[in-house]
């Protein structure tokens, strides 16, 4: 994968055209160049990330803007100190304004071109005026500080590309595959799932792959977004980018490449980056038209003026809608920045803005709300069966199920010890239970409702035991009695609800397949508003349909058994989707690790986002918008005109960087569900 990407940078990085057009009938992009930004960063004119240039660019405009600079400087230098060099400060003064100016009206005949009229197009007309008009000087500073602008912009607004960047770092070049009973050194690319890779303290891990040999500390900030590290043994999952802390480990390849978690993350990175707030679809949409109106407002200034070409440029240099079109991308990317560094990922930061409207959440109860580590507390065998045989054949049949149930059962028949018999004709119905053919019989062991549909009887004292999630057991066509099983509620869930409302969050609901005693007490201990249980996926699905008609609805569940509620509500948010393939799939957004204090943290960023965007616009159409009026009032020169631009795009920028630390305490601090 790492090579993959740095060759895909490095093509990247040699000056080809990529474009995009902007139909404003169907809403797609033609015409528009990109040349001009970092690769990743997004397009000062219409928001979008380019697949462009990079850095190599980004530091060749900077080459101009100094070596320009400099002509500049001299050119005030030789009329201050030496007045009689006129001409000398006048070729110093021009030289230095053509070199400023080079990269901006390239950029604006490329746009042309292309058949198109931007915002290029007035910054590069108004340097060509006052060319025209022999004032060098004053080309030369508004080229300048144009110039510096847009180096600025690019920088960043490259929030994509800075992300693949260090994630490449994370994933070391080469790998010690051990064969043979020899280790060798190999490229990290070349490893196959099955190699069997030593990794030692102090080692980023290569690949995705579980411990068959040794026990480590790993710090997994990279996937997960907690700085606390976390203790790996054999059997455990280990994924590519976290750090090998403590002691030397042997893992067995599980995923490589763009399949391995991080790789994953990169995509979700740059989904997040190429998708547009609904804001920027709209400044898309009439960008186009910006352009001709500022230019008739420039004629018309001319002609009432009686042709002051110093008060039409003064026009159509603070004309130049950066700051306005900076305002929704610089802070996108640094919320998806602090989102990653969360272990929140976001599919489209259109999903991101919806977080701020969300007024129901609905929440799923097995490993959302509990840890989801069930444990098999009670043994109930009917007449004529022993618990110990009651286990037996319930674990048999469950033992090559990946539910929590069928865990929980094996991890206590492995304790008591009790040998299994092999299970065929396996199969698993989900949300009911599983039907295999045991020692020639066969076996069912699910839910009562499943069981009742079948034509089985459930025996009175079936229904006694509360709190405890129940599962039936039926062999040789007849019911031997039934397993009691309770999870544990996570430490912060219950402050979780607590933030929420206090948020503004005004319903909190909880659906299950489990049994309505369960559930009732689990809504009791949290203050859930409304809770169903005993709901199979279909039943969940109409749950959040029918709340969606009151509000907008955000479902939160484990993205394994809950992908048809994930998506059918507004917005869907998978918990604990480390190494999921499926959560990260099923829903809008992904939470790497299982702490549900990310959720109102989500909530907060979300609305701290658009509140930056409503300032930045603020900020932006009070630059632009006033210092047109300035302009036309000619209550402003070109010059001051320059710098009141990149005034306005910095205070946008370092508005918008606010961002950047939200949520921080949230990394210093972690829930332990095993207290």
């Given at each position: 994968m790492k090579k993959?990407?740095?060759?895909?940078?490095?093509?990247?990085?040699?000056?080809?055209?990529?474009?995009?057009?902007?139909?404003?009938?169907?809403?797609?992009?033609?015409?528009?160049?990109?040349?001009?930004?970092?690769?990743?960063?997004?397009?000062?004119?219409?928001?979008?990330?380019?697949d462009g240039t990079g850095h190599d660019r980004s530091m060749g405009r900077l080459s101009f803007a100094l070596l320009g600079g400099c002509f500049t400087l001299n050119s005030y230098l030789l009329q201050w100190f030496l007045p009689n060099y006129k001409m000398a400060a006048e070729f110093s003064a021009l030289t230095g304004a053509l070199i400023l100016a080079m990269p901006i009206i390239m950029t604006a005949i490329k746009d042309l071109w292309n058949g198109k009229?931007?915002?290029?197009?007035?910054?590069?007309?108004?340097?060509?005026?006052?060319?025209?008009?022999?004032?060098?000087?004053?080309?030369?500073?508004?080229?300048?500080?144009?110039?510096?602008?847009?180096?600025i912009e690019s920088r960043t607004a490259s929030g994509a590309q800075r992300s693949i960047e260090e994630l490449i770092k994370l994933t070391p070049n080469t790998a010690h595959l051990f064969r043979d009973g020899a280790e060798i050194d190999i490229e990290a690319s070349e490893l196959k799932v099955g190699d069997i890779v030593r990794v030692r303290a102090g080692e980023n891990f290569p690949v995705d792959g579980r411990i068959t040999s040794g026990e480590s500390i790993v710090n997994q900030?990279?996937?997960?977004?907690?700085?606390?590290?976390?203790?790996?043994?054999?059997?455990?999952?280990?994924?590519?980018?976290?750090?090998?802390?403590?002691?030397?480990?042997?893992?067995?390849?599980?995923?490589?490449?763009?399949?391995?978690?991080?790789?994953?993350?990169?995509?979700?990175?740059?989904?997040?980056?190429?998708?547009?707030?609904?804001?920027?679809?709209?400044?898309?949409?009439?960008?186009?038209?910006?352009?001709?109106?500022?230019?008739?407002?420039?004629?018309?200034?001319?002609?009432?003026?009686?042709?002051?070409?110093?008060?039409?440029?003064?026009?159509?240099?603070?004309?130049?809608?950066?700051?306005?079109?900076l305002a929704t991308p610089t802070a996108v990317v640094a919320t998806v920045a602090a989102a990653a560094r969360l272990g929140i990922l976001i599919k489209n930061v259109g999903h991101l803005e919806l977080a701020a409207k969300i007024r129901t959440f609905v929440f799923d109860k097995t490993g959302t709300l509990t840890n989801g580590l069930l444990s098999v507390v009670r043994l109930n065998p009917f007449e004529g069966t022993e618990p110990a045989e009651l286990l037996r054949i319930a674990t048999s049949a469950e033992q090559y199920s990946n539910h929590p149930t069928a865990k929980a059962m094996l991890k206590l028949a492995q304790e008591a010890e009790i040998t299994l018999s092999e299970a065929v004709t396996f199969s698993e119905i989900h949300?009911?239970?599983?039907?295999?053919?045991?020692e020639g019989k066969k076996c069912l062991v699910g839910r009562a409702a499943w069981l009742t549909e079948l034509g089985y009887i459930i025996p009175p004292e079936g229904e006694e035991a509360d709190n405890l999630s129940i599962v039936y057991v039926a062999w040789d066509e007849k019911i031997i009695g039934w397993l009691g099983l309770r999870d544990k509620l996570r430490n912060e869930s219950a402050q979780m609800i607590t933030d929420l409302r206090e948020l503004g969050i005004r319903h909190c609901a909880m659906v299950t397949g489990d049994r309505h005693s369960v559930a009732q007490a689990v809504a009791a201990q949290l203050n859930i508003d409304e809770f169903r249980s005993e709901c199979l996926p279909e039943g969940k699905v109409e749950y959040v349909n029918e709340a969606s008609k009151n509000s907008m609805v955000a479902v939160v569940g484990d993205g394994v058994n809950d992908a048809p509620a994930l998506a059918a509500g507004d917005l869907?948010?998978?918990?604990?989707?480390?190494?999921?393939?499926?959560?990260?799939?099923?829903?809008?957004?992904?939470?790497?690790n299982n702490d549900l204090r990310r959720i109102p943290a989500l909530v907060v960023?979300?609305?701290?986002?658009?509140?930056?965007?409503?300032?930045?616009?603020?900020?932006?159409?009070?630059?632009?918008?006033?210092?047109?009026?300035?302009?036309?009032?000619?209550?402003?020169?070109?010059?001051?005109?320059?710098v009141f631009h990149t005034l306005s795009t910095l205070l946008i920028i370092f508005n918008s960087a606010r961002l950047m630390r939200s949520g921080e305490e949230l990394t210093l601090t972690k829930y332990d569900d095993k207290l």
């Open positions: 993959e990407v740095q060759k895909e940078m490095q093509e990247n990085s040699h000056g080809q055209l990529h474009e995009h057009k902007h139909d404003h009938n169907r809403g797609e992009h033609k015409g528009h160049n990109h040349d001009d930004l970092a690769k990743g960063s997004s397009c000062p004119t219409c928001g979008n990330i380019s009229v931007y915002m290029n197009e007035l910054v590069a007309l108004a340097i060509l005026a006052t060319i025209a008009g022999g004032d060098f000087q004053t080309a030369g500073l508004i080229a300048f500080f144009l110039l510096l602008t847009i180096i900030a990279s996937i997960t977004g907690e700085s606390l590290p976390v203790d790996k043994a054999v059997n455990d999952d280990v994924y590519a980018g976290t750090q090998n802390l403590t002691g030397g480990v042997e893992i067995k390849v599980t995923k490589v490449g763009e399949d391995t978690t991080l790789g994953k993350v990169k995509e979700m990175i740059m989904a997040a980056e190429h998708s547009k707030t609904p804001i920027v679809r709209i400044i898309d949409n009439y960008a186009g038209y910006y352009t001709p109106t500022v230019l008739m407002l420039a004629g018309v200034t001319w002609w009432f003026s009686d042709g002051n070409m110093r008060q039409v440029i003064t026009l159509m240099v603070i004309a130049c809608p950066c700051a306005i079109v949300g009911k239970g599983v039907s295999v053919t045991l869907g948010i998978a918990m604990g989707a480390i190494g999921s393939d499926i959560a990260i799939s099923s829903a809008s957004i992904a939470l790497m960023l979300s609305r701290q986002m658009r509140m930056i965007i409503n300032q930045n616009l603020f900020i932006g159409m009070v630059f632009v918008f006033g210092g047109m009026l300035l302009a036309v009032l000619d209550l402003m020169t070109p010059i001051a005109a320059a």
